[in-house]
Nanobody
Framework: QVQLVESGGGLVQAGGSLRLSCAAS????????MGWFRQAPGKEREFVAC????????DYTDSVKGRFTISRDNAENTAYLQMNSLKPEDTAVYYC??????????????????WGQGTQVTVSS
């Protein structure tokens, strides 16, 4: 297991940018794939983006492709989500999560064994 703490959320106008960070404890961060999920009020938690342990494999949900960028710094035990051109529909609590290796990708919530507490992102129109 690994402990995860998100930061960087806030209130931004449509078209603006935010950078979320996910700081991990422990020495095993570099062995985990990392994912970002979000949950809007009254909706299911949904996949946003994921990155493999090496950063060599990255995946995004269609609605954020071209606007969001996931990255990681294994030396700093931190994952990031750069969010540009934000839209009101991006408003949600954003969670980072860690998963062990999977050959089938990392879009499924059940693959993740550790979750952060979430950070609120609010985009005003």
């Amino acid at each position: 297991q690994v402990q995860l703490v998100e930061s960087g959320g806030g209130l931004v106008q449509a078209g603006g940018s935010l950078r979320l960070s996910c700081a991990a404890s422990g020495r095993t961060f570099s062995t985990y794939a990392m994912g970002w999920f979000r949950q809007a009020p009254g909706k299911e938690r949904e996949f946003v983006a994921c990155i493999s342990w090496s950063g060599g494999r990255i995946d995004y949900t269609d609605s954020v492709k071209g606007r969001f960028t996931i990255s990681r710094d294994n030396a700093e035990n931190t994952a990031y989500l750069q969010m540009n051109s934000l839209k009101p529909e991006d408003t949600a609590v954003y969670y980072c999560a860690a998963a062990r290796y999977s050959s089938s990708g990392y879009r499924d919530r059940s693959q993740y064994h550790s979750w952060g507490q979430g950070t609120q992102v609010t985009v005003s129109s």
